[in-house]
Nanobody
């Protein structure tokens, strides 16, 4: 069984920063990709960022490119999402997901395990 858990959400003013963390535990595959998604009220879940096992490859949604940075520490099985210059439209529940085949992808249906989500609220 694999467990994925996010932390680090909260309330921040526009222009501020937050860093989300996600820890994967349990019987993970030897290598796996990780991704972040978000879902705002009344909207579908959308892709935010994803990173390869080595950390050498990452992809971003156009809406966050240049403001968000995804990184990982395989020694602690942790992936991070550094979010800078936050905007009110970034308000959402943010989910971390694990892709067990080590494929870096925007497609949510490719991810095998999901966390419960952490709320990020950006006030104007």
């Amino acid at each position: 069984q694999v467990h994925v858990a996010e932390s680090g959400g909260g309330l921040v003013q526009a222009g501020g920063s937050l860093r989300l963390s996600c820890i994967a535990s349990g019987r993970t595959s030897s290598t796996y990709a990780m991704g972040w998604f978000r879902q705002a009220p009344g909207k579908e879940r959308e892709f935010v960022a994803a990173i390869s096992w080595s950390g050498g490859s990452s992809i971003y949604a156009d809406s966050v490119k240049g403001r968000f940075t995804i990184s990982r520490d395989n020694g602690t099985n942790t992936v991070y999402l550094q979010m800078n210059n936050l905007k009110p439209e970034d308000t959402a529940v943010y989910y971390c997901a694990l892709e067990a085949s080590s494929i870096v992808t925007r497609r949510s249906n490719m991810y095998d395990y999901w966390g419960q989500g952490t709320q990020v609220t950006v006030s104007s």
